[in-house]
């Protein structure tokens, strides 16, 4: 089968780094995507990893190991607006498409 | 230009009654996906369109789902004799092609009560 695991909450502070992890079993795996989600809102794209490595984005950095089947999204100088839900998303084979498969989600409480 | 639109926003229906859920996607998105959200929950993949390849129906829970596309735009899913454990935030999303099927533009949701 096919399965995410990531943490259900977490909590900082403003201004703190925070790192949410993803652990992944698929087969035919193509790359790992991050979304946001606020409460009542639709998830909205954060970043794409296909390789090893690192990627920045403004605060927001994402990393993949494939071969240790782990990545991680890092939020720096975090804001009260960062508190949302964070979902992994794994890129997989459809057939001769490409769907996701999604982890259920990490709640990331942001206080003052 | 427009996102990805859903219509209704709300949709309370009786047990037993079909439903119909729509999606306009970002026009020229040939990827078109539905999901399911409960509450508190991830996303739960129901069915995929990619142009004109044979939808991916793998994640349907019964076959009182289905769904269309018509035109390679709209979509409707349709959920018959419905059951209270349908009730969820139903999803839309929407891709310029399977190439970049990591990046998917959400609608806002219809969501579903089944009383």
């Known amino acids: 089968g096919q399965s995410l695991e990531q943490p259900s909450e977490v909590t900082a502070v403003e201004g703190a780094i925070v790192q949410i992890n993803c652990t992944y079993q698929t087969s035919g795996f193509y790359g790992l995507s991050w979304y946001q989600q606020h409460d009542g809102g639709a998830p909205t794209f954060l970043s794409y990893n296909a390789l090893d490595g690192l990627e920045e984005t403004g605060r927001f950095s994402s990393f993949l190991s494939r071969s240790d089947s782990y990545g991680y999204l890092l939020l720096q100088e975090l804001q009260m607006k960062d508190s949302a839900s964070y979902f992994c998303?794994?890129?997989?084979?459809?057939?001769?498409?490409?769907?996701?498969?999604w982890g259920l989600g990490t709640s990331l409480a942001v206080n003052p | 230009g427009a996102g990805v639109s859903q219509s209704p926003s709300n949709k309370v229906t009786e047990k037993g009654k079909d439903v119909e859920l729509r999606c306009d996607p970002i026009?020229?998105?040939?990827?078109l996906y539905w999901y399911r959200q409960s509450l508190g929950q991830g996303l739960e993949f129901l069915i995929y369109f990619q142009g004109n390849s044979a939808p991916d129906k793998s994640g349907l829970p019964s076959d009182r789902f289905s769904a269309e596309r018509t035109g390679g735009s709209v979509s409707t899913l349709t959920i018959q004799r419905t059951q209270q454990e349908d009730s969820a935030v139903y999803l839309c999303?929407?891709?310029?092609?399977?190439?970049?099927?990591?990046?998917?533009?959400f609608g806002p949701g219809t969501r579903l009560t089944v009383t």
């Open positions: 998303a794994v890129r997989v084979n459809a057939g001769n498409n490409r769907k996701l498969i």
């Open positions: 999303a929407s891709s310029p092609d399977q190439g970049v099927s990591y990046e998917q533009y």
């Open positions: 026009s020229g998105h040939t990827a």
